[in-house]
């Protein structure tokens, strides 16, 4: 059986909406995964027939674990009616599996923000994750506050042939543009280390499933081996001529 993904940023942003599709999808005994807000995690029904509709696992959005950060980026409703370990426990009593990404590079942030973000994630056996640190897009009230500081490291970082991809456009609050670096790379691979891929995989919630059990280890396998894959790969040297990178 063919596993869909359903194309959407948020598939519970009306959860009436959603919860409608769901009942259409489990005649069709199909199996699916999309993109959720964390809030429907405390809806039972929700999660009832999120299951029955044959939902494999769900991408969210955690970004990070520091509540002043969740407010600079208006989130807060990210930790509402429980929190993150609640909401993670309710999917996991309907086996329902978990991509989780977080953001750092937010002024709240420490050193010690790494760590404790990747025991989180393998506390709660997180089927993958993705650890990227903070952007500032042009256009963005983040890029104009930075820019108004003083904080940009370039003028137009997408354009300009000194930035490569995975390097930090900005000066972090706490901690230098190399240690965010470095420690969102230490971070994946923690969090991809075969400790952590092996532990995971044992996992009640990840091995309910043959057909995902089997997959959680090439897909890990995978993202182990794109951990630092396209460091230093240039965006704006126009002159640059070396290997492309193409998608299989």
């Not at 869909?4 to 199996?31: C, M, Q, W, Y």
């Not at 993958?128 to 897009?137: E, G, K, R, S, V």
């Not at 090439?218 to 704006?236: F, K």
């Amino acid at each position: 059986r063919k596993l869909f993904f359903f194309v959407d940023d948020n598939i519970t942003s009306n959860l009436a909406e959603a919860k409608e599709f769901f009942r259409a999808l489990i005649p069709l005994g199909i199996r699916w995964v999309s993109q959720s807000s964390i809030n429907a995690a405390h809806d039972e029904e929700f999660l009832e027939l999120l299951k029955r509709s044959g939902c494999q696992g769900v991408l969210i959005g955690f970004e990070s674990l520091n509540p002043a950060n969740l407010k600079a980026m208006n989130k807060s409703f990210n930790t509402m009616r429980g929190g993150f370990e609640q909401a993670l426990a309710n999917l996991r009593k309907h086996r329902i599996r978990v991509y989780g990404t977080f953001v750092f590079g937010y002024d709240g942030d420490t050193p010690d923000s790494f760590g404790e973000t990747v025991a989180f994630a393998r506390e709660h056996s997180l089927y993958i994750a993705a650890f990227n640190h903070l952007t500032p897009f042009p256009g963005t009230p983040l890029y104009t506050r930075l820019q108004n500081e003083g904080r940009l490291l370039y003028e137009n970082w997408w354009l300009d042939e000194r930035y490569s991809y995975n390097k930090i456009p900005f000066q972090p609050h706490g901690m230098t543009p190399e240690m965010l670096q470095q420690n969102c790379l230490a971070a994946r691979r923690e969090f991809y280390s075969w400790r952590s891929i092996a532990q995971r995989g044992f996992a009640d919630v990840n091995r309910s499933d043959w057909f995902m059990w089997r997959n959680f280890y090439l897909i890990n396998a995978l993202h182990r081996n794109d951990v630092s894959l396209r460091d230093h790969y240039p965006l704006g040297d126009e002159s640059w001529r070396g290997e492309i990178l193409l998608a299989e």
